[in-house]
C-alpha cells in the first residue's frame, strides 16, 4: 500500500524471474526507471510499503499523478519498511486524535460563541429587559420572604405561656407587631408583588416579541439580498423553518428562558443565604448532597441542545416537503400521487416524531431522576433537622423555615438546570440562523464605489466569457464565448435545448459572476456597476411568468408602483390583455391565486409583458414570453413590439415567427468535439433561412423530421409564415 502523504512513488511491475522491475517517481517526474527493485532500490526513496504484497494482487495509488491501479508480484521487502509505515501511521493517528481534540474544543467555543450573540441581540432592548429585570427581582424577594414569615408565626404561636395575653404580638427582626398590622404590611407587599409581576411579564414579553420581529426581518432581508449561487445550494423549506420556527425558539430561549433562569437564580442566592442564617450546619449538608443534581442537568443540557438542532433541521426538511407539494398540487392530482405524497410526508413526519420521541424520553429521565434526588435530599435534611430540633439548637418554626427554603433553592436549581438546557435548544436553533446572517452574497446589488447606470446608450458585449453553474463545476456552459449587441438591435437567441441560450439572459442581469472574461455594458464591466441601478433599465418576460397572490392591478404595479390608470391601460392594450382583463366581474381588482393559478399560460404571459411595459425599461427581455399564446396573441404582440425599435430588444424563441421577425438571428450549440456552448453563426433570417449550408436551416430541418415538428419548411408568403406553430423543441427553464 502506498502512503497517503507520499510524493515519491514507486510502480512496480512483474517480472518472469521472480524479481521486479519498477521505476521511481519523484515530483510526477520519473528519475529512475529498468531496476532490479530488490537489488537497487532505494529506501529513501520508497514511502509507506506494507510488509508484505502477495504475487498478483492489485492495489490503489491516490495521488495526483495517477489513480490507476498496478499489478504487483513481489517477496516479502525488508521489515524495516514496515516499521516505518507503523511508525507513520501511529503518527498520522495521533495527529487525527489532536484534530478531533481541536475539533471538541472549536465546538465548546463555538457554544459561546452563539451565546454571546444570543446576548448581543437584545442590547438594544437594554432600558426594557431592565425594568423587567427590576420587576422580577422584586417579585422574587416577595415570594423568598414567605417562609421566613411563615417560620416566625409559627414560633410566635406555638408557645400560650410566652403569649398570654389577648393580644398577640409578632416579632420580626426586633420588630414588634399586632396581628392587624402584620397582615396589613403583609397585604401591601404582595400588591406591591403583583404590579412587580405584570411589568416583568408584559417587559419581557413585549422584548420577546421585538426580538422575533427584527430576527425574522433580518432574515428575509439577508435572503432577498443573496444571489442565485446561495439559493442553487439551500433548499426554501429549510429557509422557511430558519425565518419561522428558529427565530421562535431563539426569543423564546432569550426571553422567557432568561426570566426563568434569573428567577431560579435570585431564589437560590437568596435561599441559600437565608438558610445559612437558619443553620449552618444543615447548610452544609443540604450544599454536600446537591452537586449531582447540578451535574445531571449539565449532562442533559448538551444533549438537549444536540437533539434540538437535529429537530430543527428534520423540521426544515418537513416544511421544504409540504412547501413543495402545495406548489405543485395540480401535478399530484393529475397523475393521481396523492397517496404517494402523503406516504412521502408521513415517512419525514415519522422522523420528526422519532426525534420529538427521544427528546421526551430524555426530558422525562431528566425530570424524573432530579425530583428523586430533590425528594432524596428533603427526607435527609428533615431527619437531619429533627434532631437539631430535639437537641434545641433550631425552634420548629426555624425548621419549616429552613424546609421551605430547601424546597425553594431545589427548585431554582431545577429551574437553573432547565435554563441551561432551553439555552442549550436555543443555541441550536440560532447556530442554523447565525449561519445565515453570517452569509455575505457574492454579488452585492449596490455599492457607493460603483457606478451608477443612468442610461444604456452603448452597445452590450460578451468578451471571452468562460462559465459554468457552481453546482455544475464540472460542466462547462461558456468558454471564451464573445457576443456584441448594438443598441437598438432586436436579436433573437436559438438553438437546442440547454445550448445557454437563457444562461446569457442570467449571466446579463449578473445573477451569477463569470469566471474568465467580461461583459461590458457602455464599455463599462458590469461587475463595476450598480447593480441596482442597471437592473431598473431591463425588462424581462419569463417563459413561466411569476405571478403574485393578489389582484391583477398589483401584480401590474409591481414594476412601477407609480403608474397612472391610463398608463395601465395602455400597456394592457398593447400586450393584448386589456379585453380579457375587463370580462373579469372584478375588472383590474381580480384576484388572480397563488403564482396566478386562476389564469391560463397566455393570460399570465399577458399580464407579465404589460407590468414590464409600464417599467419602460431600455433593454427588454422576451424569454420565449409567446410560447404559451394562440396565433392571433402573438401577432398582436410582434406588432406590439415592432413599436419598440429604440428599445434593445433580446428573444430566446423557437417559434418561427418570432424567429422571423429579429433583425438579427444568434444560433447556439456546440461545435464537435467542444464541451462548451458557442455561437454557431450570426446573420440575418432572410440570408440564414436560405443558405441550406447554414446552421438555423439545418436545426429548422431537423425539428421537421422530429415528432414535434408542426409546420413544413418550403417557401411560404409572409402571412403564412407568421401563423406557423412553433418548430422547435422547448426548452426548459433553468
Known amino acids: 500500500m502506498i502512503s497517503r502523504n507520499c510524493s ?68 516479502r521487502f525488508n521489515s524495516s519498511f514496515s516499521n516505518e509505515d507503523s511508525n507513520q501511521n501511529e503518527n498520522e493517528n495521533g495527529n487525527e486524535s489532536k484534530k478531533s481534540k481541536s475539533a471538541g474544543n472549536k465546538k465548546s467555543s463555538n457554544s459561546f460563541q452563539d451565546i454571546w450573540k444570543l446576548l448581543k441581540l437584545v442590547q438594544p432592548e437594554s432600558k426594557l429587559i431592565s425594568i423587567g429585570l427590576i420587576s422580577l427581582i422584586i417579585t422574587s424577594g416577595i415570594s423568598m420572604i414567605v417562609p421566613f414569615v411563615i417560620g416566625k408565626v409559627i414560633d410566635t404561636v406555638k408557645d400560650p405561656i410566652e403569649n398570654s395575653t389577648d393580644e398577640v404580638k409578632i416579632n420580626i427582626l426586633n420588630f414588634s407587631f399586632t396581628q392587624f398590622e402584620f397582615y396589613s404590611i403583609l397585604g401591601s407587599i404582595f400588591l406591591i408583588g403583583a404590579f412587580a409581576n405584570f411589568g416583568r411579564v408584559y417587559f419581557l414579553k413585549k422584548v420577546s416579541e421585538k426580538l422575533v420581529y427584527k430576527l425574522r426581518t433580518t432574515i428575509i432581508k439577508k435572503l432577498l439580498y443573496q444571489d442565485l449561487k446561495f439559493w442553487d445550494f439551500h433548499k426554501s423549506g429549510d429557509l422557511i423553518s430558519r425565518l419561522v420556527n428558529d427565530s421562535t425558539v431563539i426569543t423564546k430561549s432569550i426571553t422567557q428562558n432568561l426570566n426563568d433562569g434569573l428567577r431560579g437564580i435570585i431564589s437560590g442566592i437568596v435561599g441559600v443565604t437565608m438558610m445559612l442564617c437558619i443553620s449552618v450546619s444543615l447548610t452544609g449538608y443540604m450544599l454536600i448532597l446537591l452537586p449531582p443534581v447540578i451535574l445531571i442537568g449539565l449532562v442533559f443540557g448538551r444533549k438537549v441542545k444536540n437533539l434540538s438542532r437535529a429537530i430543527q433541521q428534520q423540521l426544515g426538511y418537513l416544511t421544504k416537503v409540504s412547501e413543495e407539494q402545495f406548489s405543485f398540487v395540480r401535478t399530484i392530482q393529475s397523475f393521481c400521487r396523492e397517496n404517494y405524497e402523503v406516504n412521502k410526508f408521513n415517512k419525514e413526519l415519522t422522523k420528526l416524531y422519532d426525534l420529538g420521541v427521544r427528546e421526551a424520553r430524555l426530558s422525562g429521565t431528566f425530570h424524573s431522576a432530579t425530583a428523586l434526588m430533590g425528594n432524596s435530599i428533603l427526607v435527609v435534611l428533615l431527619v437531619i433537622g429533627t434532631g437539631f430540633v430535639r437537641g434545641g439548637e433550631l425552634t420548629i418554626g426555624e425548621l419549616s423555615s429552613f424546609m421551605m427554603y430547601t424546597v425553594y433553592t431545589g427548585s431554582s436549581v431545577f429551574t437553573m438546570s432547565s435554563f441551561y438546557s432551553e439555552l442549550m435548544k436555543g443555541v441550536g436553533a440560532s447556530t442554523r440562523v447565525f449561519e445565515l446572517l453570517d452569509m455575505e452574497p457574492s454579488i452585492k446589488l449596490s455599492e457607493s464605489e460603483r457606478k451608477n447606470v443612468v442610461a444604456i446608450d452603448g452597445d452590450i458585449e460578451f468578451k471571452n466569457v468562460s462559465f459554468h453553474y457552481p453546482s455544475r463545476s464540472n460542466h462547462q456552459i461558456f468558454d471564451n464565448f464573445s457576443l456584441k449587441i448594438k443598441k437598438g438591435d432586436h436579436i433573437c437567441l436559438v438553438g437546442q435545448s440547454g445550448c445557454g441560450k437563457s444562461t446569457l439572459i442570467q449571466l446579463l442581469l449578473r445573477h451569477y459572476d463569470i469566471q474568465k472574461g467580461e461583459i461590458l455594458i457602455n464599455n463599462n464591466n458590469l461587475k463595476n456597476l450598480n447593480l441596482q441601478t442597471f437592473r431598473n433599465k431591463i425588462g424581462i418576460v419569463q417563459q413561466e411568468p411569476m405571478l403574485f397572490s393578489g389582484t391583477i392591478r398589483e401584480n401590474l404595479l409591481y414594476s412601477n408602483p407609480t403608474a397612472t390608470e391610463e398608463e395601465i391601460i395602455r400597456a394592457c392594450k398593447l400586450s393584448n390583455c386589456y379585453d380579457f382583463i375587463m370580462s373579469f366581474p372584478d375588472n383590474f381588482d381580480t384576484v388572480i391565486g397563488s403564482k396566478g393559478t386562476q389564469l391560463s399560460g397566455g393570460q399570465k404571459q399577458r399580464i407579465a409583458l404589460a407590468r414590464v411595459l409600464l417599467l419602460d425599461p431600455e433593454i427588454l427581455i422576451l424569454d420565449e414570453a409567446t410560447s404559451a399564446l394562440d396565433n392571433n396573441s402573438e401577432l398582436s404582440i410582434n406588432d406590439t413590439l415592432k413599436l419598440l425599435k429604440d428599445k434593445t430588444t433580446i428573444s430566446v424563441a423557437h417559434r418561427l415567427s418570432t424567429i422571423k421577425m429579429s433583425d ?55 402571412e403564412q409564415v407568421e401563423k406557423d406553430e412553433e418548430i422547435l423543441a422547448e426548452e426548459p427553464r433553468k
Not at 519523484?26 to 528519475?31: A, D, E, L, P, Q
Not at 531496476?35 to 509507506?48: E, I, M, P
Request: net charge positive.
Open 664 to 718: 438579427k438571428i444568434a444560433v447556439f450549440g456546440k461545435r464537435e468535439g467542444s464541451r462548451a456552448n458557442e455561437i454557431l453563426e450570426v446573420g440575418d433570417f432572410e440570408a440564414l433561412y436560405n443558405d441550406k449550408n447554414s446552421e438555423l436551416f439545418k436545426l429548422l430541418k431537423r425539428s421537421k423530421e422530429g415528432d414535434n415538428a408542426e409546420v413544413e419548411l418550403e417557401s411560404k408568403d409572409e
Open 8 to 75: 515519491r512513488l514507486a510502480l512496480i511491475a512483474p517480472s518472469f524471474n521472480h524479481n521486479v522491475n519498477g521505476i521511481i517517481i519523484k515530483n510526477n517526474r520519473v528519475i529512475n526507471s529498468g531496476f532490479k527493485l530488490f537489488s537497487t532500490f532505494r529506501k529513501d526513496l520508497y514511502c509507506g510499503v506494507n510488509q508484505s504484497i502477495k504475487p498478483s494482487s492489485i492495489f490503489f495509488i491516490k495521488n495526483s499523478f495517477t489513480k490507476k491501479a498496478f499489478g504487483v508480484y513481489s517477496k
